[in-house]
Every structure is written in structure tokens, then in C-alpha cells.
């Protein structure tokens, strides 16, 4: 299993400008790169192969337009092409979209394997860097000196801050003791989550919150002239807001995933389109900024790694509709309609409650742990 340290980077002025450098180049190598995959295939029907992007930059050090190329190390520009081969081979797949220039307003990173890094005495040396990178360890029980990374990635986000990451492959962790318990999670934006227990995770809005803040900050940075010093302070003051709100995000997302994963064994959550549901203009923000997604890939992940089950229903079964106690499906249910009455059994329901009843008990039903616990319910597509 492949785990990953994030924590933050404070080289010195020296050691910053090196890294620029190194980033400016891993920027040019892709997007001259792209550029000529681009021209290769739509006008004469090539493929290009990641051996003739090896080739070529090779030939563009020795010219002399480019020959600032060989100032840096080497290891980035090859694990550029490296990172644009298989991003085309996802996109032929099906798997991700056509591959994008880089810009370097954005965020910039650059990625050292074992041969351009060492770790020695606790401090991290890159190549064609003077000095150690000076880097604040947050994991107190390891030590920084015996980590054997894979990988390292040292980064630049729009808002000037610094980070390093190191790839560590690591053996899987025993699993976590069985609590015999499962639930059933029904998301929404009135209430982030509903879980089967009745239990009720309040949405916290975070770009609500700072979307004032974020407003004035961003007419501020358009009435600056552009290319200007002001323009620029008032840039990374918009990309700081949006760093907190998005720090804020993870860390909910985070300490709410991880109490789902220790409480049950088995989790059942609903197969959203985020793609398909942010086309609605009315509530692209707010289902933005719920991080549905994100969420999901948690639990994916933080499951696996604890031993425990994770059940993906079906989008398209009517959780909402079905009363979970009979199992009567109603022919027609308004979103706006909160509670209702069963016509069969007559027991009330709440909407989000009942829904995510129905997720489990879905949910257990493809697990395979209670077959007969589905209300008669058909959990593939219905439509």
C-alpha cells in the first residue's frame, strides 16, 4: 500500500529560486510537449510514444533556444512525460479528459524519484538544490530519518506556501476489530448526511461562510491594473481564501469519514452523479461545496484500509420513495415534501431518514450479509 506525508515546506530565498527555475522547466517540457502530440495527431493521424518525447527533449537541451533546460535536474522533466503518456492513455481509455496546458498561475509542483533526492540525518537534499530543504515533520512516532520514500513532491500553491509530499510504500495494516454494527448514509445539502440511526450531520457550508470575504477580494483583484505588484498581492489574497475554505472542507470530510469507518463494518451510501447534478444552476454551489465526491473516495479508501465493507447503491433506486418498513414504493414524491405517511402501513416517515433505511438495507442486500432485508426492493437500474 502505497501512503503518502504531506507537510509543509520552507526553503530559502535561494533554494525558492532554484525550485522556480525547476518549475518553469517542467512547465515548458509539457506544454511544448502537448502542443506537438496535439499538432501529430490531428494532422497527420500520429500517436506519439512516451520514447519519442524521451528523444525530443533530449534534442531541445542541445539547442541553443533551450539549453537552460539542462540547468535543472533532469528527474522532473522525465517524470513530466511520464505524467502526460499515461494522462493520455486515461484519456483514450475513457477514464479522464483531454490533457490541459499548464499555467503558471496555478499550482506548481515538480516530482524527484530515489536517484535526484536523499534523505540523511533526518534532512532532505534535492538535486541541483543548495543545501537541505527545510521541512516541518508533523508525525511525531516516525522518524524522518528511516523513511525509505518512493517519491518526492515538492509543490507551490497559488498562495505562495510550500509543501513537500514523500511517497512510502507500506505494508497493509491489520484490520480493525469488528464493531457489528452497519449503516446506511443518506447525503443532501439541508443536512450533509443522514444516517440510518436517525443520527443527523449538519452541512457546514464553508464557501458560504467566506463567500463575502471572497467577493470583495475578488473586486479587488479586478480593478487592479494587470501585471502590477497590487494585482498580484490581490491574487494570492483570493487564492488564501480559497485555501481556507478548502482546508476547512477536508478536514470535516476527514473526521467525518473516519468516525463513519470506526463505528460500522458495513457502510452504504448512494451512487451520486455529482457531474450530472451540478448542471442545475440553483444549487451548483451548494452541491459543490458539500464535496460528495470527495467524501465518497474517503470512505473508498479508509475502508479498504480498515477491513471493513463499502456498498455503492445504485443512483437510480428510489430510496426516498420506498417505505422502509413495508416496502410500498410511491408512485410520485416532491422534493420539497420533507415527511410522509406510508398508504399501506401508515407509518410516518421522515425523507432522509427513511432514504437512508432504505441504502442499508440495499446495501446489505449486495453485501450479501441479509438478503431478505430489502423491502422487495430491486436496487439495480430502474430507468
Same mark, same amino acid.
Given at each position: 500500500?502505497?501512503?503518502?506525508?504531506?507537510?509543509?515546506?520552507?526553503?530559502?530565498?535561494?533554494?525558492?529560486?532554484?525550485?522556480?527555475?525547476?518549475?518553469?522547466?517542467?512547465?515548458?517540457?509539457?506544454?511544448?510537449? =502537448?502542443?506537438?502530440?496535439?499538432?501529430?495527431?490531428?494532422?497527420?493521424?500520429?500517436?506519439?510514444?512516451?520514447?519519442? *518525447?524521451?528523444?525530443?527533449?533530449?534534442?531541445?537541451?542541445?539547442?541553443?533556444?533551450?539549453?537552460?533546460?539542462?540547468?535543472?535536474?533532469?528527474?522532473?522533466?522525465?517524470?513530466?512525460?511520464?505524467?502526460?503518456?499515461?494522462?493520455?492513455?486515461?484519456?483514450?481509455?475513457?477514464?479522464?479528459?483531454?490533457?490541459?496546458?499548464?499555467?503558471?498561475?496555478?499550482?506548481?509542483?515538480?516530482?524527484? @524519484?530515489?536517484?535526484?533526492?536523499?534523505?540523511?540525518?533526518?534532512?532532505?537534499?534535492?538535486?541541483?538544490?543548495?543545501?537541505?530543504?527545510?521541512?516541518?515533520?508533523?508525525?511525531?512516532?516516525?522518524?524522518?530519518? @528511516?523513511?525509505?520514500? @518512493?517519491?518526492?513532491?515538492?509543490?507551490?500553491?497559488?498562495?505562495?506556501?510550500?509543501?513537500?509530499?514523500?511517497?512510502?510504500?507500506?505494508?497493509? !495494516?491489520?484490520?480493525?476489530?469488528?464493531?457489528?454494527?452497519?449503516?446506511?448514509?443518506?447525503?443532501?445539502?439541508?443536512?450533509?448526511?443522514?444516517?440510518?440511526?436517525?443520527?443527523?450531520?449538519?452541512?457546514?457550508?464553508?464557501?458560504?461562510?467566506?463567500?463575502?470575504?471572497?467577493?470583495?477580494?475578488?473586486?479587488?483583484?479586478?480593478?487592479?491594473?494587470?501585471?502590477?505588484?497590487?494585482?498580484?498581492?490581490?491574487?494570492?489574497?483570493?487564492?488564501? *481564501?480559497?485555501?481556507?475554505?478548502?482546508?476547512?472542507?477536508?478536514?470535516?470530510?476527514?473526521?467525518?469519514?473516519?468516525?463513519?469507518?470506526?463505528?460500522?463494518?458495513?457502510?452504504?451510501?448512494?451512487? =451520486?452523479?455529482?457531474?450530472?447534478?451540478?448542471?442545475?444552476?440553483?444549487?451548483?454551489?451548494?452541491?459543490?461545496?458539500?464535496?460528495?465526491?470527495?467524501?465518497?473516495?474517503?470512505?473508498?479508501?479508509?475502508?479498504?484500509?480498515?477491513?471493513?465493507? =463499502?456498498?455503492?447503491?445504485?443512483?437510480?433506486?428510489?430510496?426516498?420513495?420506498?417505505?422502509?418498513?413495508?416496502?410500498?414504493?410511491?408512485?410520485?414524491?416532491?422534493?420539497?415534501?420533507?415527511?410522509? @405517511?406510508?398508504?399501506?402501513?401508515?407509518?410516518?416517515?421522515?425523507?432522509?431518514?427513511?432514504?437512508?433505511?432504505?441504502?442499508?438495507?440495499?446495501?446489505?442486500?449486495?453485501?450479501? *450479509?441479509? !438478503?431478505?432485508?430489502?423491502?422487495?426492493?430491486?436496487?439495480?437500474?430502474?430507468?
Amino acid at each position: 500500500m502505497r501512503t503518502a506525508f504531506r507537510c509543509r515546506a520552507y526553503p530559502t530565498p535561494e533554494q525558492a529560486a532554484a525550485l522556480n527555475r525547476t518549475f518553469g522547466c517542467v512547465r515548458l517540457v509539457w506544454n511544448r510537449t =502537448l502542443a506537438e502530440r496535439h499538432t501529430a495527431y490531428h494532422q497527420r493521424g500520429e500517436r506519439t510514444s512516451y520514447r519519442q *518525447t524521451d528523444a525530443a527533449l533530449t534534442g531541445w537541451k542541445k539547442t541553443i533556444e533551450l539549453a537552460f533546460l539542462s540547468e535543472v535536474s533532469s528527474v522532473p522533466l522525465q517524470q513530466t512525460l511520464r505524467h502526460q503518456h499515461a494522462a493520455f492513455a486515461n484519456f483514450f481509455a475513457g477514464r479522464a479528459r483531454y490533457p490541459r496546458f499548464k499555467s503558471r498561475d496555478g499550482r506548481q509542483s515538480a516530482h524527484y @524519484t530515489r536517484s535526484a533526492f536523499r534523505i540523511k540525518g533526518g534532512e532532505l537534499y534535492v538535486a541541483k538544490t543548495d543545501g537541505h530543504l527545510k521541512v516541518a515533520w508533523s508525525w511525531p512516532d516516525i522518524d524522518l530519518a @528511516t523513511l525509505d520514500p @518512493t517519491m518526492v513532491v515538492i509543490s507551490r500553491d497559488t498562495d505562495g506556501r510550500w509543501y513537500t509530499t514523500f511517497a512510502v510504500d507500506t505494508a497493509d !495494516p491489520a484490520p480493525a476489530d469488528p464493531v457489528g454494527h452497519a449503516v446506511g448514509v443518506d447525503l443532501g445539502v439541508k443536512d450533509f448526511a443522514v444516517t440510518s440511526d436517525g443520527d443527523r450531520i449538519a452541512n457546514p457550508r464553508h464557501l458560504e461562510r467566506k463567500a463575502r470575504n471572497l467577493a470583495r477580494y475578488q473586486r479587488r483583484l479586478a480593478r487592479c491594473r494587470k501585471g502590477s505588484a497590487n494585482r498580484r498581492k490581490a491574487k494570492a489574497k483570493v487564492a488564501r *481564501t480559497h485555501r481556507k475554505v478548502r482546508d476547512a472542507r477536508q478536514d470535516f470530510l476527514h473526521k467525518t469519514s473516519t468516525r463513519l469507518v470506526r463505528s460500522a463494518d458495513l457502510i452504504a451510501v448512494e451512487g =451520486l452523479a455529482v457531474r450530472n447534478l451540478v448542471r442545475n444552476r440553483r444549487l451548483a454551489r451548494a452541491i459543490s461545496d458539500c464535496g460528495w465526491g470527495e467524501f465518497r473516495r474517503q470512505l473508498e479508501y479508509k475502508t479498504h484500509r480498515a477491513g471493513r465493507t =463499502l456498498v455503492v447503491v445504485d443512483r437510480w433506486y428510489p430510496s426516498s420513495k420506498t417505505c422502509s418498513t413495508c416496502g410500498h414504493l410511491l408512485a410520485k414524491l416532491d422534493l420539497s415534501t420533507r415527511a410522509w @405517511t406510508c398508504p399501506a402501513c401508515r407509518t410516518r416517515h421522515d425523507r432522509d431518514v427513511n432514504a437512508a433505511k432504505n441504502i442499508l438495507a440495499a446495501g446489505r442486500a449486495v453485501a450479501g *450479509t441479509d !438478503p431478505g432485508d430489502a423491502c422487495g426492493a430491486d436496487v439495480r437500474q430502474q430507468g
